[in-house]
């Protein structure tokens, strides 16, 4: 059984390492190190990717500034003595409570964004493609 597991690990192996030469024209034979898929000869991203992929990178900033705005917060009222320290801890809290009511609503936002484009979604559509419901036996 051992040798049966080595011989075909050997086989897939060398199927692997012939790939880009038997199919040249395959997308990831095209590709460079450091490359994503999508970025290969030719390849145009569709207005869609490119608007996911705007809205990533603007929602990846919008979260890394509010990471600083409390990592900045949370040294301060490390800092703080006394009754100044009661007002930071406040000040955290506060922060935290904005930060997560924005994120809720963006989130709600998002929701009916999604909902809107997967009803134009054939796939989503009630009875395109899905499975009839099995009918029992009398």
Known sequence: MKVKTT???GITLAAIG??????PSSAWAQMTPGMKMGQGKGA????????MMAMRQS???????ADAKLNDLAVKMNAAKGEKKVDAI????TEMVAQRQARHEKMAAMHGKMEAAMA???MMRKGAGAAEPEKKPE
């Open 120 to 122: 134009n979604c054939p």
């Open 59 to 65: 929602m990846r900033a919008e979260q890394a500034s």
């Open 44 to 51: 145009e991203m569709p207005p869609a990717c490119r608007e």
């Open 7 to 9: 011989l075909l690990s």
């Open 18 to 23: 012939i790939a880009p030469v038997l199919f």
């Open 90 to 93: 406040a000040a955290v809290v």
